[in-house]
């Protein structure tokens, strides 16, 4: 089993429409929390990261971590196409000094005009 | 101010033979990293630098993959015996040390025939 697991999608919805994507993890020792997104042929830019349980909103992003159930999601709100890209949600813990991060999958999304 | 940046962008080499890519990260951060994407997949921790020190080795995947980092700015990633399997994105990320945030870099993309 995967330390994190994400469903790769694709997903497809319409313009203005309410995305959630979610990962599960199973490693309990997990510091804080982090949402990626990724466009093709580039490399990933930090969306949101948050180190607790609960609700983080930024602009139309929300997230929302439940460490009691080792899930998090992250929302989209008012979609638009530009939100079109790879969403990578990781999980991190400060190890020796370095940021260790283990990455889910990605789910693909695709907001359609 | 400029990016991390990586180089080449694209690499298409035979099999057996040896290859290097290369990483300028932002100037100040001392923290680097190199991950691995491949096609359908989340990324992969190779290998993380605090200055010119590897504290971390452990996702190397084998001792034909090495690193090396120089004057606490460029690294380079050293694939010796290329094999097929090691086809994908290598990105590269740095940070300032014990923060929160990776930069990427765009990836190097590695195709071995």
């Known amino acids: 089993q995967k330390e994190v697991e994400q469903d790769p999608g694709p997903l497809s919805v319409p313009e203005g429409a309410i995305v959630s994507l979610n990962c599960t993890y199973s490693?309990?020792?997990?510091?804080?929390f982090m949402w990626y997104r990724q466009y093709s042929r580039k490399g990933p830019e930090l969306l949101m990261y948050t180190y607790s349980s609960g609700n983080k909103e930024d602009g139309r992003f929300t997230a929302q971590v439940d460490k009691s159930s080792k899930y998090i999601s992250l929302f989209i709100r008012d979609s638009q196409p530009s939100d079109s890209a790879t969403y990578l949600c990781?999980?991190?813990?400060?190890?020796?000094?370095?940021?260790?991060?283990?990455f889910g999958q990605g789910t693909r999304l695709t907001i359609n005009p | 101010g400029a990016g991390v940046s990586q180089s080449p962008s694209n690499k298409v080499t035979e099999k057996g033979k040896d290859v290097e890519l290369r990483c300028d990260p932002i100037s100040g951060h001392t923290a680097l990293y190199w991950y691995r994407q491949s096609l359908g997949q989340g990324l992969e921790f190779l290998i993380y630098f605090q200055g010119n020190s590897a504290p971390d080795k452990s996702g190397l995947p084998s001792d034909r993959f090495s690193a090396e980092r120089t004057g606490g700015s460029v690294s380079t990633l050293t694939i010796q015996r290329t094999q097929q399997e090691d086809s994908a994105v290598y990105l590269c990320?740095?940070?300032?040390?014990?923060?929160?945030?990776?930069?990427f870099g765009p990836g190097t993309r590695l195709t071995v025939l």
């Open positions: 490693n309990s020792a997990f510091q804080y």
């Open positions: 990781a999980m991190g813990s400060l190890i020796q000094g370095a940021q260790k991060l283990v």
């Open positions: 990320a740095s940070s300032l040390p014990r923060t929160d945030t990776q930069y």
